[in-house]
């Protein structure tokens, strides 16, 4: 084992994993030494870029078609990794996606989308991966600085969500913690991606209030998914770390 590779024989879960944020967490675990099995929904040609690119680099990755919209489709694919693996180590709940609009235009179909992937999915796939965790087991939900720094308008839906999911982990850090299980949030704040792009319809308004000047890349949250899920994080639990450039200092 090479001295980097701090989750030698752990078995993780990246939720909504085959782009941006998720690929770079997918990526970053499977470097550090885990078995990494990642879900997607409607991108099975980037979902398996991202195995590719794991297997290539010597890893060891999975991909399994599952919205996280769909509690069924969540639970069998949580099972899948259970049976095929033995055990789930690291969950990191990070599918999510987002609806903007004034609240009282938003669709409530939309509403009842982005409720069932970014709140709803995460619990369903923290109850069933915890079916298979023992001592040692660290969850980790993916949140948003605007749950602590509202910074444009539009967004109250999406911040609704991800405030739930900062709440759902403080009540986990003491319902686990007798467990030995760790539950943190990490909230990243303008991150180049998919939903928020660095040269998106935001950016200009965002990046000045960036105190490094930057948007940050999904390596830099990556990197503290990997410490909150190693065992040098075994005193962390219920905790929100931002990732954010000093966006929200």
């Keep these: 084992m090479n001295a980097s590779q701090t989750l030698q024989g752990k078995v993780a879960i990246v939720t909504g994993a085959s782009r941006s944020i998720?690929?770079?967490?997918?990526?970053?675990?499977?470097?550090?030494g885990a078995t990494v099995a990642?879900?997607?929904?409607?991108?099975?040609?980037?979902?398996?870029?991202?195995?590719?690119?794991?297997?290539?680099?010597g890893g060891r990755a999975i991909a399994i078609q599952a919205d996280a919209g769909n509690p069924e489709a969540v639970r069998a694919g949580v099972a899948k990794v259970a049976a095929q693996f033995g055990k789930i180590?690291?969950?990191?709940?990070?599918?999510?996606?987002?609806?903007?609009?004034?609240?009282?235009?938003?669709?409530?179909?939309?509403?009842?989308?982005?409720?069932?992937?970014?709140?709803?999915?995460?619990?369903?796939?923290?109850?069933e991966a915890l079916r298979h965790m023992g001592?040692?087991?660290?969850?980790?939900?993916?949140?948003?600085?605007m749950v602590q720094y509202a910074a444009f308008p539009t967004a109250?839906?999406?911040?609704?969500?991800?405030g739930a999911v900062t709440g759902f982990a403080r009540g986990l850090a003491r319902d686990l913690g007798p467990r030995g299980i760790t539950v943190n949030t990490v909230h990243p704040g303008?991150?180049?991606?998919?939903?928020?792009?660095?040269?998106?319809?935001?950016?200009?308004?965002?990046k000045p209030g960036i105190a490094v000047q930057r948007y940050g890349k999904g390596e830099?949250?990556?990197?503290?998914?990997?410490y909150l899920a190693s065992a040098e994080a075994s005193f962390v639990t219920g905790a929100e770390i931002m990732v954010d450039g000093g966006f929200t200092a």
């Design 22 to 32: 998720g690929a770079a967490i997918a990526r970053r675990l499977a470097a550090d």
């Design 135 to 145: 001592a040692g087991g660290r969850i980790v939900h993916i949140g948003s600085s």
């Design 190 to 206: 303008p991150t180049d991606s998919d939903m928020n792009p660095a040269d998106g319809p935001v950016a200009d308004f965002v």
């Design 38 to 57: 990642i879900t997607y929904n409607a991108s099975p040609d980037k979902a398996q870029q991202v195995v590719a690119a794991i297997e290539a680099a």
């Design 220 to 226: 830099d949250v990556a990197a503290t998914v990997a």
């Design 156 to 162: 109250s839906a999406y911040t609704l969500t991800k």
């Design 89 to 127: 180590d690291i969950l990191v709940n990070n599918a999510g996606i987002s609806v903007l609009g004034a609240p009282e235009a938003i669709a409530f179909a939309d509403f009842e989308r982005i409720l069932a992937v970014n709140v709803t999915g995460v619990f369903v796939a923290t109850q």
